[in-house]
T-cell receptor, first 114, second 120 residues
Framework: AQKITQTQPGMFVQEKEAVTLDCTYD???????LFWYKQPSSGEMIFLIY??????QNATEGRYSLNFQKARKSANLVISASQLGDSAMYFC???????????FGTGTSLTVIP | GAVVSQHPSWVICKSGTSVKIECRSL??????MFWYRQFPKQSLMLMAT?????????EQGVEKDKFLINHASLTLSTLTVTSAHPEDSSFYIC????????????????FGPGTRLLVL
């Protein structure tokens, strides 16, 4: 089974609107971390936001927030007030327990329309 | 945030030659670094985990004799693609595991800018 599933290969959003990028995960480890990364066309992976499995509150970082629904095993990324510079690939990733390995989803290509 | 550099950013080489890619953590010590490979419009695929002072751990299906990894210091890991062939053309990304600062910064992985390899 896939550890991380991103079901939206491509998304479009109007500038200044909010957009939600979906991510579901699969693990039996009670301790895990969930990450979102942005990859612009240059290729660099940019860390956006982190959510720990024991965190009581949803993580927020500026315009990024993570809608963490533990029972549903989902960790959707919400980008508020989209900007043209937000156009990029977005990857959801998970680390299980104290392990080093990151499991990445297949990514979602976001295009912000002026 | 933490900075990880990679060198070179672009490399074009002839088939049969070897190519070395460097990954450096610039402002923290990384006992563990990772090498990923990414094909166009696909996700990152972990190739190997590089541990300082010990042998790298390779993922299933990755040839350790073809992709040599050396983690000689706490800030440098190198990936050498030996006898490169056109099918080795890809985007190679390294990441370094940052220990984080207790109560301030969570442990996470920071990625380098990547190296595009084209083997002719």
């Amino acid at each position: 089974a896939q550890k991380i599933t991103q079901t939206q290969p491509g998304m479009f959003v109007q500038e200044k609107e909010a957009v939600t990028l979906d991510c579901t995960y699969d693990t039996s480890d009670p301790s895990y971390g969930l990450f979102w990364y942005k990859q612009p066309s240059s290729g660099e992976m940019i860390f956006l936001i982190y959510q720990g499995s024991y965190d009581q509150q949803n993580a927020t970082e500026g315009r990024y927030s993570l809608n963490f629904q533990k029972a549903r095993k989902s960790a959707n990324l919400v980008i508020s007030a989209s900007q043209l510079g937000d156009s990029a690939m977005y990857f959801c990733a998970m680390r299980e327990g104290l392990g080093n390995q990151f499991y990445f989803g297949t990514g979602t290509s976001l295009t912000v329309i002026p | 945030g933490a900075v990880v550099s990679q060198h070179p950013s672009w490399v074009i080489c002839k088939s049969g030659t070897s190519v070395k890619i460097e990954c450096r953590s610039l402002d923290f010590q990384a006992t563990t670094m990772f090498w990923y490979r990414q094909f166009p419009k696909q996700s990152l695929m972990l190739m190997a985990t590089s541990n300082e002072g010990s042998k790298a751990t390779y993922e299933q299906g990755v040839e350790k004799d073809k992709f040599l990894i050396n983690h000689a210091s706490l800030t440098l890991s190198t990936l050498t693609v030996t006898s490169a062939h056109p099918e080795d053309s890809s985007f190679y990304i390294c990441s370094a595991k940052s220990p984080g600062l207790a109560g301030v910064v969570r442990e996470t992985q920071y990625f380098g800018p990547g190296t595009r390899l084209l083997v002719l």
